[in-house]
């Protein structure tokens, strides 16, 4: 499977748009995108997954670009519920998620 | 529709003792994925299986670890002669029939292992 890469952190004020970035330039056609939060030590959370066209569902879009390379998670309006770490995985024909290190989303009043 | 349940929350053992973590996917999934995550580590695959079939265990450890999935009941990950640095939070996640890369897998809120 591909591998991602993401910031480390985030900031974003409550109220306001969370737009998380993620690369995955070497991603394969048939590879998935799948976005996945964990919030303090609890069980990751599904979020959202697509293969190239944009997706959204209640919680969060999900924007890919053209080419495949990469992907935005956004959620469209932040609360402190939301400060967890997130996580962009690209999915083959493997099955498995493998999660790398994620974006520790940081919401603030 | 329940959601993924594991079994124990939290589980103590002492070293050289037996662990036994029960997951039991949400109903009508019949894939399982287990997770381990190590304190202030990130997850790391463990198995896949499917019903009565170890499908990928390539992040299992070769020694003292092994998982199954019967046709009836829990999927079960044992551990033997546990270690201090088995200590850990053990994730077990389901997906439905399938189980590929275009559907989603669902997590427990897991085992938290603690060996003393």
């Known amino acids: 499977d591909a591998k991602t890469t993401q910031p480390t952190s985030m900031d974003c004020a409550e109220g306001r748009a969370a737009n998380l970035p993620c690369n995955h330039s070497?991603?394969?056609?048939?590879?998935?995108v799948y976005w996945y939060r964990q919030i303090h030590s609890q069980g990751p959370q599904y979020i959202i997954h697509g293969l190239k066209n944009n997706e959204t569902n209640e919680m969060a879009s999900l924007i890919i670009t053209e080419d495949r390379k990469s992907s935005t998670l956004i959620l469209p309006h932040a609360t402190l519920r939301d400060t967890a770490v997130y996580y962009c995985?690209?999915?083959?024909?493997?099955?498995?998620?493998?999660f790398g290190t994620g974006t520790r989303l940081q919401v603030t009043l | 529709n329940a959601g993924v349940m594991q079994n124990p929350r939290h589980l103590v053992r002492r070293r050289g003792q037996e662990a036994r973590l029960r997951c039991s996917p949400m109903?009508?999934?019949?894939?399982v994925y287990w997770y381990r995550q190590l304190p202030e580590e990130g997850l790391k695959f463990m198995v896949y299986?499917?019903?009565?079939?170890?499908?990928?265990e390539s992040g299992m450890p070769k020694e003292r670890f092994s998982a199954e999935f019967p046709k009836e009941g829990p999927s079960i990950l044992r551990i033997q002669q546990v270690v201090r640095g088995d200590s850990a939070a053990y994730f077990c996640?389901?997906?439905?029939?399938?189980?590929?890369?275009?559907?989603?897998?669902?997590f427990g809120q897991g085992t938290r292992l603690t060996v003393v």
């Open positions: 299986l499917q019903k009565e079939n170890i499908i990928d």
């Open positions: 995985i690209v999915r083959g024909t493997a099955s498995k998620l493998t």
């Open positions: 070497t991603i394969s056609g048939n590879e998935y």
């Open positions: 996640a389901s997906s439905p029939p399938g189980g590929g890369k275009n559907t989603e897998a669902f």
């Open positions: 109903k009508g999934h019949s894939h």
